[in-house]
């Protein structure tokens, strides 16, 4: 399997097949990242395609200007988080709406398994989280990247990676009484 950085050079370098194979394997590979982002900063379900899309136009309209010599992902992360906090701002009454009616709907439907409904709630409660302490609980639970991967995603120290994690998990165990 190519590299980010093989697949990178086709995309600047290569012919017109291997420019469109190049960024279909790059998005192949991170279309569910950019999701589950979305989905985790409170992009609802129904909206979340727009957004993807977004953001893989912006990759594509700017990865010309991607310096070899940085890692794809931090830059990539950079991009998508950029995307989601405009995305949201310029969505906010279709956002509000949509959760609304997700909310309804969960509401509606029937009683799921505990693990289920607690999983539910976490990810519920995760939108009320401060951005930095979202994306750190992301990065670490939904995409198992240690606090050094993550500090360099954020562009933080480890200490403050390790303090982001510590305070959205107290957060989060103190909405669903477990301190």
Known sequence: MATDEDLIKLIKEG???EKDRAFAVLYEKYKNFVY?????????RDLCSDFLQNVFLKVFEKIYKFKDDKEFFPWLFSLVRNECINFIKKNKKRIRSYSQHEELESI????????AILIEEIRKFLNQ????EKEAIFL????????????????????KVYILIERGIEKIRKHLGLT
């Open 15 to 17: 012919s017109k097949d």
């Open 36 to 44: 589950d982002f979305g989905r985790t900063m409170g992009i609802p």
């Open 108 to 115: 509606s439907k029937e009683p799921e398994d505990e693990d």
């Open 129 to 132: 989280l401060p951005y930095e």
């Open 140 to 159: 670490r639970y939904y995409q198992d990247f240690d606090a050094k991967e993550i500090a360099k995603i954020l562009n933080v120290s480890e200490r």
